[in-house]
């Protein structure tokens, strides 16, 4: 029996040893809450067939690379973000949460998710957010122990891109 458990273990660490570095980012069907006041985050997940969160996420699935998700949503998309990005490669980053945000405030609200398994300060991604022009836009993001907070304008559908380990 322990010969079966050691080759089980063996067979696992080899096949993590092998699985591409974006993998190991959980898959953005949710799992962050809000610890704002004025805010409400509803998970991809959650939000039903119709959302505008569900068509972000039906957008990006099948994408092979970030760059090809970006441009599925919308065209010349990853060029604004490479630009903001600088140095680091728009395809480090995958997507870690898409939903919809509701900010019964009046204004730009600070916006905090949290309960994110994997996330700490080091952690380096950006936030996409639809505007009211229809279009995407990119916004800066700072992490803590588990934890994303950016300012949105209004209520919206976001995506939480994070960086992954690049593989070696």
Do not use: C
């Not at 009046?106 to 009211?132: K, R």
Request: aromatic residues 8%; hydrophobic residues 45%.
């Amino acid at each position: 029996m322990k010969k079966i458990l050691s080759a089980v273990a063996a067979a696992a660490l080899a096949a993590s040893m092998v699985m591409p570095a974006w993998a190991a980012v959980a898959s953005p069907f949710g799992g962050a809450e809000t610890e704002t006041p004025d805010v409400t985050y509803t998970t991809q997940g959650q939000t039903g067939e119709t959302s505008q969160a569900t068509e972000a996420f039906e957008t990006i699935q099948d994408a092979e690379t970030t760059q090809e998700g970006l441009e599925a949503l919308e065209l010349g998309l990853t060029a604004g973000v490479q630009a903001e990005l600088g140095a680091a490669d728009v395809n480090e980053y995958r997507a870690r949460e898409i939903g919809e945000v509701s900010i019964s405030a009046e204004g730009a609200a600070p916006v905090t998710l949290s309960n994110l398994s994997g996330v700490t300060a080091a952690t380096e991604g950006f936030v996409m957010y639809l505007g009211s022009d229809g279009l995407w836009h990119y916004l800066p993001v700072t992490f803590g122990d588990r934890s994303a907070t950016f300012t949105l304008p209004y209520s919206t559908t976001i995506i939480l891109y994070v960086r992954v380990a690049v593989a070696q």
